[in-house]
């Protein structure tokens, strides 16, 4: 039961990791390798904000808009002049925004390990023998940005134009919908779910410029999972990678191997069912 719980906390990071992915990949139709990367130097402003003597929650939701804007700017002077390159170009560019955001985290900030703490008090009356009050905490506003995003999606006349841009921009484009905004709001929206994902991973991973290396790894297995075109199904496979690489990590193959686990889904994903559980097949008329 420990180890369940603990894996629906670390499954909680991947969930809105995997969000994040899934919203750019409804827009652009390209994975964002560079995720990860500009989830952790997020974390590192945050990081900074802390230091400087921020309160805890101003820091997070000024990370949050600072992250935001990132997003926002790297889809206008970035990636919307790459709309008629071809995608081994646009994968190219994205493993370009990794390596930069690494070294420039590396360069800025240094290499060496940083402790990110955890807005969560120890002995919370929420925690217990089986779960820190820190892993309550981070599935709790894991679930929240969920039900948020759902909410927004759904009910907000912004988020049907957005769900409309994803599905088909050119016809988007004709009824007056301004596609290049709606793009960069989604970007913007997919670098602050990987902020606050940072945020919440860095208290149990330390701070360091490979912190989301493995994370950005699970957090694809689980978008692959669920479903890239499917929100949802990226969150419930977030949280089923967390578990399963908890209790195969413990049991089973050793905790050396754990990573593993969300390679060999991502492989039998692609093999098996490459739609995922909850995603759409897509099937051309001629």
């Known amino acids: 039961m420990h180890q369940v719980i603990a894996g629906l906390s670390t499954g909680g990071i991947y969930a809105s990791v995997a969000l994040a992915l899934v919203m750019i990949y409804q827009t652009t139709h390209h994975i964002n390798f560079a995720q990860g990367e500009l989830a952790m130097f997020s974390t590192y402003l945050a990081w900074s904000l802390l230091a400087a003597g921020v309160p805890y929650w101003i820091t997070f939701f000024l990370t949050i808009l600072i992250a935001f804007t990132l997003g926002v700017l790297i889809e206008r002077f970035i990636i919307r002049p790459l709309a008629a390159t071809p995608t081994l170009g646009v994968v190219v560019v994205f ?3 990794l390596t930069i955001f690494h070294s420039l985290a590396a360069w800025i900030f240094s290499s ?3 402790t990110f703490p955890s807005p969560f008090p120890h002995h919370a009356v929420f925690a217990g023998h089986l779960i820190s009050a820190h892993d309550v905490g981070a599935i709790g506003i ?4 969920v039900l948020s995003l759902h909410i927004f999606i759904r009910s907000t006349s912004l988020g049907l134009a957005l769900r409309a841009v994803a599905q088909d921009p050119v016809s988007s484009r004709l009824v007056g919908i301004r ?3 709606l793009l960069a709001l989604g970007w913007g929206l997919a670098a602050a779910i990987g902020a606050i994902a940072g945020m919440m991973a860095a ?7 490979n912190m989301m290396s493995g994370i950005l790894i699970c957090a694809f297995a689980g978008a692959l999972i669920g479903g890239i075109t499917s929100p949802g199904g990226a969150v419930f496979g977030g949280f089923l990678v967390g578990v399963l690489e908890n209790l195969l990590g413990t049991y089973v193959i050793g905790n050396e ?3 593993s686990v969300a390679l060999f889904l991502i492989v039998g994903v692609l093999l098996l069912r490459p739609s995922g559980l909850f995603g759409r097949t897509s099937v051309p008329r001629v």
């Open 203 to 209: 208290p149990v991973v330390y701070l360091e410029p």
């Open 257 to 259: 191997l754990k990573l």
């Open 142 to 145: 894991t679930l929240t940005v």
């Open 95 to 97: 493993i370009g925004l």
């Open 179 to 181: 596609v290049h905004r």
């Open 112 to 114: 060496s390990l940083k």
